[in-house]
């Protein structure tokens, strides 16, 4: 239950930075490099996410890094509600900007779909099961990451919004804006018939050489 006592500016700025910073954490990138891969930047699509790390050809380096960008969500709005439950919100916010703009890494991160999850887990984990559900037929019908994650994200707000919780359905509405703005590329290879399927190698084009 939220409460309607107002509480100061700086303390939702507060959360939003927390999240943002938790978020920033390149998990794809730091895993990668322990395991002694290339990295991950210079493989595929050049995302950090999971889906890119999974084109390694490790599905254990690929789940390491889905748990780690979910994680990181889930614990960005725990410790924020922890403080004030009306924080979480922001601070999810932050989260998900943080993993699609980390700060470590030049601002070039993930697209958000896991650390989104991780966020939904923490604020409604009955929805996040439905996400996953959703997801999952998705991606055993059509065989494409992008797409079932746009069609899981498409659906939660709604689903939100059905279980009367409506602060979290606007924050989700957000942020599902947010990761389909990030999914443009994809959604145009979608339409295209180009979009790589789930674990399907792709090959980023070699840099041009510079004029002589």
Do not use: C
């Not at 107002?6 to 927390?18: D, M, N, Q, R, T």
């Not at 990138?29 to 999974?54: C, E, H, Q, W």
């Not at 993993?99 to 601002?107: A, E, L, N, S, T």
């Amino acid at each position: 239950m939220y409460s309607t006592l107002l509480i100061p500016f700086a303390h939702y700025f507060g959360a939003y930075v927390l999240g943002y910073l938790l978020g920033s954490i390149p998990f794809g990138l730091v895993v990668t490099r322990l395991a002694g891969t290339k990295d991950i930047r210079s493989i595929g699509s050049g995302n950090i996410g999971a889906t890119n790390v999974l084109r390694t050809g490790s599905r254990s380096l690929a789940a390491a890094t889905l748990l780690g960008d979910m994680l990181k969500g889930t614990a960005a709005v725990l410790i924020a509600a922890w403080w004030d439950d009306r924080l979480a919100i922001a601070a999810g916010f932050g989260a998900v900007v943080g993993h699609i703009f980390p700060i470590w890494v030049g601002f070039k991160g993930g697209k958000g779909v896991a650390t989104y999850i991780g966020v939904l887990i923490a604020m409604s984990w009955p929805i996040a099961a439905a996400f996953g559900l959703i997801w999952g037929l998705a991606a055993y019908l059509t065989r494409y990451s992008s797409l079932s994650g746009l069609i899981a994200s498409a659906a939660t707000p709604l689903l939100l919004w059905a279980s009367g919780d409506g602060r979290a359905a606007t924050l989700f509405l957000a942020l599902t804006a947010l990761v389909w703005i990030m999914h443009r590329a994809n959604i145009a290879r979608l339409i295209a018939g180009t979009e790589p399927r789930i674990g399907q190698s792709t090959r980023r084009p070699a840099p041009s050489s510079p004029p002589a």
